[in-house]
């Protein structure tokens, strides 16, 4: 096994160039691509894919350490192979040689460490497959029984019909704080209107969220049903699930469909979220009120808005009119699904 970490950080940037070069990983693949996050550097090797964590600090996660930034790499692993679990290999040091040398998966002081995976084939991904139209009505429904096998297996989480519907005032006040920043240039009145909706629909049918905690539907879910992250091989898998707070993955599966027919929309294709959230609901019996799941549209609607105007704030993002173009199309989306409670 690798030693314990060494004392002092290893600049991040003599981490990734090393592991930009073909020569680090073990099959010497032809090339490297590389993709950076706010939160990661992915490197695609061959048939692998690399992740290191950036050591970053937010208020809803730490990365700050070397064992901070292990622990959640294997936190990942294990939450993301329940939805996953032929992809997510495990997690791999990064060490120093006492020469300096880096090496991946060797033995020695660990400076860091990477979550290793399959390599998914890019072109099966959903919202690649919904972007040249090839997903299938077979493919819908393997989707729709891959989730609902996944949270029939879920255990229900104990959460207080009080707390739930709080959790939602208060996100949709920050919601709406954030996205009322005069630097992000967009609508207030139509910002602050989207905000007194959701809380009006709070305050007038609460009960009906109330009713999803009483009848123990929350569940320890994916956190981030994207069409980005879910891969239609024969056997579909979903990847990236927020693992680095737990909160953020108690869900309501309703919530959770209605989160990934609402992207399924903004790509253009609202039949195929709408199918994946219809053969659930039937399949589990569960009957949740229409005017539920148009809350549970706009009110990710709204997050997404948010996660997206954040990008032009980061010194690295260059497009800083495509994240507010996405976050204007949020936004209409919230705004139509508003309209029909």
Same mark, same amino acid.
């Given at each position: 096994?690798?030693?314990?970490?060494?004392?002092?950080?290893?600049?991040?940037?003599? %981490?990734?160039?090393?592991?930009? $070069?073909? @020569?680090?990983?073990?099959?010497?693949?032809?090339?490297?691509?590389?993709?950076?996050?706010?939160?990661?550097?992915?490197?695609?090797?061959?048939?692998?894919?690399? %992740?290191?964590?950036?050591?970053?600090?937010?208020?809803?996660?730490?990365?700050?350490?070397?064992e901070a930034r292990r622990r959640n790499c294997e &936190?990942?692993?294990?939450? $993301?192979?329940? !939805?996953?679990?032929?992809?997510?290999?495990?997690?791999?040091?990064?060490?120093?040689?006492?020469?300096?040398?880096?090496?991946?998966?060797?033995?020695?002081?660990?400076?860091?460490?990477?979550? %290793?995976?399959?390599?998914?084939?890019?072109?099966?991904?959903?919202?690649?497959?919904?972007?040249?139209?090839?997903?299938?009505? @077979?493919?819908?429904?393997?989707?729709?029984?891959?989730?609902?096998?996944?949270?029939?297996?879920?255990?229900?989480?104990?959460?207080?019909?009080?707390?739930? &519907?709080? #959790?939602?005032?208060?996100?949709?006040?920050?919601?709406?704080?954030?996205?009322?920043?005069?630097?992000?240039?967009?609508?207030?009145?139509?910002?602050?209107?989207?905000?007194?909706?959701? !809380?009006?629909?709070?305050?007038?049918?609460?009960?009906?969220?109330?009713?999803?905690?009483?009848?123990?539907?929350?569940?320890?879910?994916?956190?981030? !049903? &994207?069409?980005?992250?879910?891969?239609?091989?024969?056997?579909p898998v979903i990847i990236d699930c927020l693992e680095?707070?737990?909160?953020?993955?108690?869900? @309501?599966?309703?919530?959770e469909l209605a989160y990934l027919a609402m992207e399924?929309?903004?790509?253009?294709?609202?039949?195929?979220?709408?199918?994946?959230?219809?053969?659930?609901?039937?399949?589990? $019996?569960?009957?949740?009120?229409?005017?539920?799941?148009?809350?549970?549209?706009?009110?990710?609607?709204?997050? #997404?808005?948010?996660?997206?105007?954040?990008?032009?704030?980061?010194?690295?993002? #260059?497009?800083?009119?495509?994240?507010?173009? &996405?976050?204007? @199309?949020? !936004?209409?989306?919230?705004?139509?699904?508003?309209?029909?409670?």
């Amino acid at each position: 096994m690798p030693n314990a970490p060494i004392g002092l950080e290893t600049p991040v940037d003599t %981490k990734v160039a090393f592991l930009r $070069n073909p @020569d680090a990983y073990p099959a010497r693949p032809a090339a490297v691509e590389v993709i950076e996050t706010h939160m990661s550097w992915v490197f695609l090797s061959g048939e692998f894919v690399y %992740k290191l964590k950036k050591p970053v600090r937010y208020e809803f996660l730490d990365f700050s350490t070397v064992e901070a930034r292990r622990r959640n790499c294997e &936190r990942e692993v294990g939450l $993301n192979r329940r !939805l996953a679990a032929g992809v997510y290999c495990g997690v791999v040091p990064l060490v120093m040689h006492s020469d300096g040398r880096l090496q991946l998966d060797g033995e020695g002081p660990v400076v860091d460490w990477l979550v %290793k995976m399959r390599r998914l084939p890019a072109h099966r991904m959903l919202d690649a497959a919904i972007r040249s139209k090839t997903v299938s009505g @077979d493919d819908i429904l393997r989707l729709s029984r891959v989730l609902t096998g996944f949270y029939r297996r879920s255990a229900p989480v104990a959460v207080s019909a009080f707390d739930y &519907r709080k #959790r939602f005032e208060d996100d949709i006040r920050a919601n709406l704080a954030e996205l009322a920043k005069p630097q992000f240039k967009l609508s207030l009145p139509q910002i602050e209107q989207l905000a007194r909706a959701q !809380l009006d629909f709070i305050d007038e049918r609460g009960a009906l969220l109330e009713l999803r905690a009483r009848e123990h539907r929350i569940i320890d879910a994916h956190g981030d !049903l &994207r069409p980005e992250h879910i891969c239609l091989t024969p056997e579909p898998v979903i990847i990236d699930c927020l693992e680095f707070k737990r909160e953020y993955r108690l869900l @309501d599966p309703a919530d959770e469909l209605a989160y990934l027919a609402m992207e399924c929309e903004r790509l253009g294709a609202a039949s195929v979220g709408g199918q994946v959230l219809r053969q659930y609901l039937e399949a589990a $019996n569960d009957v949740p009120a229409d005017a539920l799941i148009w809350f549970y549209k706009a009110f990710r609607a709204c997050l #997404r808005a948010k996660i997206a105007i954040w990008h032009i704030t980061d010194h690295e993002v #260059r497009d800083t009119n495509k994240w507010r173009q &996405r976050a204007f @199309d949020y !936004l209409g989306l919230a705004q139509s699904y508003v309209q029909k409670w």
